[in-house]
């Protein structure tokens, strides 16, 4: 025959939030049947009682040592030193009681305002991913000290509707692509950050083949306005062109482009195609 065993329920552990705290304590102790200690203080001893009623106080010294110890196992050190010179269990109840039931209230009322600085948070202008993310988190991880933990649905699904407008094309595919449900906050901050750096990338790519053209266009201009038409060679006035061969004529003194040569070619090449075109409308006239 197998021996029954008796599972002995965890102490509850005080994690500064009392008011949860207390109702898991209390149930705790009158489980045990030590909530009287909490309530009603221990008699003390007199001369006139009678054995039965000193061995009743001493039974509930007794119990008071182990409701004691109970309570110094559900409070951490930096808690307990606040509350060493407290003797009885309902003392040390009491005296977390004025503590921190105080605190919680304090708590909440910080909660109210999280709850609205969250719903109003939107990503700013000119703000990265890294920077709006660590923002959020900061205020949902101090929610969660607070008492209300949003968990990644919440947070995942309130950053997807507040990025600015340039990012509307890649929350639509990600939420056409993806489960929301199932979708962590690290994995929407690390695609969100992937696309970031593409949009970055083809913003530089688009600023630089703007100022290669805008280049290439100013020096279009100011080459047309060195070599053609009035003022031919102005800027270059310093540039002594002594030394310089002409791959026309290879005379010194001048460049291929402004040879006389080549001028008095030109000029015999567009006297005769007008005197053929003179030939051929007398042609056509007679």
Same mark, same amino acid.
């Not at 008071?64 to 509350?83: C, G, H, M, P």
């Not at 489960?179 to 790519?205: A, G, K, P, Y």
């Not at 080459?223 to 290879?250: I, L, N």
């Given at each position: 025959?197998?021996?029954?065993?008796?599972?002995?329920?965890?102490?509850?552990?005080?994690?500064?939030?009392?008011?949860?705290?207390?109702?898991?304590?209390? $149930?705790?102790?009158?489980?045990?049947?030590?909530?009287?200690?909490?309530?009603?203080?221990?008699?003390?001893?007199?001369?006139?009682?009678?054995?039965?009623?000193?061995?009743?106080?001493?039974?509930?010294?007794?119990?008071?040592?182990?409701?004691?110890?109970?309570?110094?196992?559900?409070?951490?050190?930096?808690?307990?030193?606040?509350?060493?010179?407290?003797?009885?269990?309902?003392?040390?109840?009491?005296?977390?009681?004025?503590?921190?039931?105080?605190?919680?209230?304090?708590?909440?009322?910080?909660?109210?305002?999280?709850?609205?600085?969250?719903?109003?948070?939107?990503?700013?202008?000119?703000?990265?991913? $890294?920077?709006?993310?660590?923002?959020?988190?900061?205020?949902?991880?101090?929610?969660?000290? $607070?008492?209300?933990?949003?968990?990644?649905?919440?947070?995942?699904?309130?950053?997807?509707?507040?990025?600015?407008?340039?990012?509307?094309?890649?929350?639509?595919?990600?939420?056409?692509?993806? $489960?929301?449900?199932?979708?962590?906050?690290?994995?929407?901050?690390?695609?969100?950050?992937?696309?970031?750096?593409?949009?970055?990338?083809?913003?530089?790519?688009?600023?630089?083949?703007?100022?290669?053209?805008?280049?290439?266009? #100013?020096?279009?201009?100011?080459?047309?306005?060195?070599?053609?038409?009035? #003022?031919?060679?102005?800027?270059?006035?310093?540039?002594?062109?002594?030394?310089?061969?002409?791959?026309?004529?290879?005379?010194?003194?001048?460049?291929?482009?402004?040879?006389?040569?080549?001028?008095?070619?030109?000029?015999?090449?567009?006297?005769?195609?007008?005197?053929?075109?003179?030939?051929?409308?007398?042609?056509?006239?007679?």
């Amino acid at each position: 025959m197998a021996e029954s065993s008796f599972v002995q329920p965890a102490i509850p552990k005080f994690d500064g939030h009392y008011d949860h705290w207390a109702m898991l304590m209390e $149930n705790f102790l009158r489980s045990k049947e030590y909530w009287g200690l909490v309530e009603n203080e221990i008699p003390a001893a007199a001369e006139d009682l009678t054995d039965a009623q000193r061995k009743n106080i001493e039974d509930q010294k007794l119990k008071d040592l182990k409701a004691k110890n109970y309570l110094f196992q559900a409070i951490d050190r930096s808690v307990l030193e606040t509350i060493l010179n407290k003797d009885t269990t309902k003392n040390i109840w009491d005296s977390l009681k004025q503590k921190y039931q105080g605190t919680t209230q304090v708590k909440r009322a910080h909660l109210q305002a999280l709850r609205k600085e969250f719903e109003i948070l939107h990503m700013k202008t000119g703000e990265s991913v $890294n920077e709006y993310f660590a923002r959020t988190l900061a205020i949902a991880n101090k929610m969660k000290a $607070n008492g209300e933990n949003k968990g990644d649905v919440a947070v995942v699904e309130k950053i997807l509707r507040s990025m600015t407008p340039k990012f509307d094309y890649v929350v639509c595919s990600i939420e056409e692509s993806k $489960n929301i449900d199932i979708l962590t906050i690290d994995e929407l901050q690390s695609s969100l950050f992937v696309h970031e750096q593409r949009m970055r990338s083809h913003e530089e790519e688009e600023h630089a083949l703007k100022i290669s053209h805008g280049d290439q266009l #100013g020096g279009r201009g100011r080459g047309r306005g060195s070599f053609r038409g009035r #003022g031919r060679g102005r800027g270059r006035q310093s540039f002594d062109k002594a030394t310089v061969e002409c791959y026309s004529c290879h005379k010194l003194g001048h460049f291929q482009w402004e040879c006389p040569s080549k001028e008095k070619e030109a000029n015999y090449v567009e006297t005769e195609e007008e005197m053929l075109l003179m030939a051929c409308v007398d042609k056509a006239n007679g």
